[in-house]
């Protein structure tokens, strides 16, 4: 089960993240010598990072709690709403808290492993998926900056890209996490789900992100996996001096999913280890 499987249980009707899932065997120290990394590509990073308050400003931030309301399309005419808080710490810890009816649902990445909290107390253990590329989608920004200073990111810029937008000017690149590991006897390397990012040209604020597959940034349409994840990021304000989107919305292809209103954001609030490893109720 997926991250956004659980947003959706919670009532945040998302979609399928692709998940990238690391075999048994121990991993191995991963080498950067053929992974690519585009002078074009690190200077588009650097300018988001200087127009949204600066890279020290922004990796000055250990964690951050969005607090709005989260919709989602039931039908033509009804849409669903909850109340939503959403909490990061690093790059590999989520937390997303759902007021439900009949009380509130939590839901937790802490490193890669998924769990949930129902409202009757039940901690449920609930698999796997690629931390890094789950909370990019939320904080973008911190994703950016780990990039420009771990050389196993490939920082790219494509050089054919399907623009569904064109009306925008836009700059883009693409991010993807390359590590190595042994399976048996063999050493191979292994890609993370890519990520592309698109610009505002005027602004250099990133507009969206559109979730590629492993192989090589092929496209979901071309693996024959169905249309892109995008997630659009909007009414950008000043937070504590990073400017942040209080809009982000979630499609799948041309059709919305959902849509998150961020009316308050808080920068490092002290969050715990322990406030990502649900306790079970006693």
């Known amino acids: 089960m997926s991250i956004a499987h659980l947003l959706a249980s919670c009532g945040i009707s998302s979609i399928l993240l692709t998940s990238f899932l690391l075999g048994s065997s121990p991993a191995i120290a991963q080498s950067t010598s053929n992974i690519e990394r585009s002078p074009e590509a690190i200077t588009l990073m650097q300018r988001v990072l200087t127009a949204s308050g600066g890279g020290a400003s922004i990796e000055a931030i250990h964690d951050l709690v969005a607090i709005g309301t989260a919709s989602a399309p039931m039908n033509s005419e009804e849409t669903a709403e909850n109340a939503v808080t959403i909490s990061l710490r690093g790059l590999?810890?989520?937390?997303?808290?759902?007021?439900?009816?009949?009380?509130?649902?939590?839901?937790f990445n802490n490193r890669g492993s998924l769990s949930s909290k129902e409202v009757n107390g039940t901690v449920l253990r609930l698999g796997s998926e690629d931390t890094v590329s789950t909370t990019s989608h939320f904080f973008p920004l911190e994703h950016l900056a780990a990039a420009l200073r771990d050389s196993s990111y490939s920082v790219t810029v494509p050089e054919s890209v399907s623009d569904e937008e064109s009306g925008h000017n836009l700059y883009h690149?693409?991010?993807?996490?390359?590590?190595?590991?042994?399976?048996?006897?063999?050493?191979?390397?292994?890609?993370?789900?890519?990520?592309?990012?698109?610009v505002d040209a005027t602004t250099d604020c990133i507009l969206r992100i559109q979730n590629l597959h492993s192989d090589r940034g092929r496209t979901p349409i071309d693996n024959g996996r169905g249309p892109y994840?995008?997630?659009?990021?909007?009414?950008?304000?000043?937070?504590?001096?990073?400017?942040?989107?209080h809009k982000?919305?979630?499609?799948?292809g041309k059709q919305l999913i959902s849509?998150?209103?961020?009316?308050?954001?808080?920068?490092?609030?002290?969050?715990?280890?322990?406030?990502?490893?649900?306790?079970?109720?006693?």
């Open 92 to 107: 590999d810890q989520l937390r997303v808290d759902s007021t439900q009816p009949t009380g509130v649902r939590s839901i």
């Open 259 to 282: 849509t998150i209103e961020i009316n308050e954001y808080k920068q490092n609030t002290g969050l715990a280890e322990s406030d990502f490893a649900p306790a079970q109720k006693q």
């Open 229 to 245: 994840e995008i997630y659009r990021f909007s009414n950008y304000r000043l937070d504590d001096g990073i400017l942040l989107p």
């Open 248 to 252: 982000l919305s979630v499609s799948l």
């Open 173 to 198: 690149f693409r991010l993807q996490r390359v590590t190595s590991e042994v399976v048996g006897s063999v050493h191979r390397m292994v890609s993370s789900v890519a990520l592309d990012y698109y």
